[in-house]
């Protein structure tokens, strides 16, 4: 199948950055859209962004449009979350997912393989 190893999660302070990345490892040929998604403690997931594999057409969430930004390397299979001007409320595990539908989508039901989540906390 298709294994999701997310890293890069940490801790930094509001107005700062982190970048997360996740690598696709298995039968990364039927996956179509990468997406991430974000649960903090007492909420429901949300979703961040996605991106497709093949062109790169790519979707946020509206609370993080224009401060994170999502990015492939088709040759290491790798799907990144660069996070700028990162807030408190961003505070959350961030968990990568592969849908095997090129089209992208929002709706984590779509997605048919998740990774573990690495957790990121923005400090005040």
């Known amino acids: 199948q298709v294994q999701l190893v997310e890293s890069g999660g940490g801790l930094v302070q509001a107005g700062g950055s982190l970048r997360v990345s996740c690598v696709v490892s298995?039968?990364?040929?039927?996956?179509?859209?990468m997406g991430w998604f974000r649960q903090a403690p007492g909420k429901e997931r949300e979703f961040v962004a996605f991106?497709?594999?093949?062109?790169?057409?790519?979707s946020y969430a509206d609370s993080v449009k224009g401060r994170f930004t999502i990015s492939r390397d088709i040759a290491k299979s790798t799907v990144s979350l660069q996070m700028n001007s990162l807030k408190p409320e961003d505070t959350a595990i961030y968990s990568c997912?592969?849908?095997?539908?090129?089209?992208?989508?929002?709706?984590?039901?779509?997605?048919?393989?998740w990774g573990q989540g690495t957790q990121v906390t923005v400090s005040s």
């Open positions: 298995g039968r990364t040929q039927i996956t179509g859209t």
């Open positions: 991106i497709t594999w093949n062109a790169g057409r790519t």
């Open positions: 997912a592969a849908d095997r539908s090129r089209w992208g989508s929002s709706d984590p039901v779509e997605y048919d393989y």
